[in-house]
């Protein structure tokens, strides 16, 4: 008899937009429906429901007791870093006898950067040629961290997205918590010239954030009429964002996981945050989560101090 193979439990951010939260909700039904030989759950550390300790009891009573968590997020910040292994650690205490292995990120994969393109040339309309891309200046915008490690791999995202591809440029911008905002991104792109602009969110679904994006652009752009703005969309439910969360699966299950510590905060004295280095980790909890009534647990939790499975 074949074993069964560990489920895939899919980790969330959260957000306050129904929207966002249902496309989360239906890119994990569909995870499933392509995988039907796989027990498939997902869960959101803050925000939306359902939590990630609601996801972990589904699989539970599905007779689970292996699984492989897998982050749905671009870069290593907090959530990924602490929040999520701690909540792991939380729920093994409540269901004694499971076991899990826990994935990376999804980062600047070769195909999200695919995705990105695609995106990129629905805004301008089809397929720019090699003459148009080299008019048009990129500012891919991120959600924005206290973590500076998270900070760098959206601009290590941008210069992938620059490479080979033949735009103007790609420049960086941040719509909460970190700098440069996204109207000084815009200022920045039309002070080295740019004539036509795409700001392109560096989100995976639809919400508050990547709204508040377009909303400062369209009133950027309404400021400055000399330059040509468009956005575009998030990156969306798109097939290879479904098979690159199944690769990241398999990494986790084959103990394959090549997390980059070098610059975390949590383990290396960077310049402003030594006093993070070692921090204990805590689990962060959810408002939805009944099993602990904490408030919301959105105020000072102090991320975990690389404590969690991260494979060095």
């Excluded at 489920?7 to 995988?35: I, K, M, S, W, Y």
Aim: aromatic share 6%; net charge negative; with cysteine.
């Amino acid at each position: 008899m074949t074993p069964q193979p560990p489920a895939l439990l899919v980790a969330g951010h959260g957000t306050r937009d129904e929207a966002g939260a249902e496309a989360f909700r239906d890119f994990v039904r569909e995870l499933g429906r392509r995988n039907p030989q796989l027990p498939v759950a997902g869960g959101f550390i803050e925000l939306s429901p359902p939590p990630l300790g609601d996801a972990v009891a589904e699989l539970v009573e599905r007779g689970v007791r292996r699984f492989a968590a897998v982050p749905l997020m671009l870069v290593s910040a907090g959530h990924a870093k602490g929040d999520i292994p701690a909540a792991l650690s939380r729920e093994k205490e409540r269901h004694p006898g499971i076991s899990y292995t826990y994935g990376r990120p999804l980062g600047p994969h070769p195909a999200l950067l695919s995705v990105l393109e695609r995106r990129l040339d629905e805004a301008l309309g089809s397929a720019a040629t090699p003459e148009e891309r080299a008019e048009v200046t990129v500012l891919l915008v991120g959600r924005g961290s206290t973590d500076p490690d998270a900070n760098a791999e959206v601009h290590k995202a941008a210069r992938l997205l620059w490479e080979g591809r033949g735009y103007a440029g790609v420049e960086t911008a941040f719509v909460s918590l970190a700098a440069p905002d996204v109207p000084s991104g815009l200022d920045r792109c039309a002070r080295l010239g740019a004539r036509r602009i795409v700001v392109l969110p560096y989100f995976l679904f639809t919400g508050i954030l990547p709204e508040r994006v377009r909303r400062q652009t369209e009133e950027w752009a309404a400021a400055h009429p000399e330059t040509e703005v468009r956005s575009a969309d998030v990156i969306g439910p798109e097939p290879e964002l479904l098979d690159l969360v199944m690769e990241r699966y398999e990494e986790a299950v084959k103990g394959d996981v090549r997390m980059n510590c070098d610059s975390c905060v949590y383990r290396i004295a960077l310049p402003g945050f030594a006093d993070k280095v070692g921090l204990p980790q805590q689990p962060h909890f959810h408002p939805d989560d009944d099993g602990h009534h904490h408030g919301s647990g959105h105020g000072h939790h102090p991320h975990g101090g690389h404590s969690h499975s991260h494979a060095h």
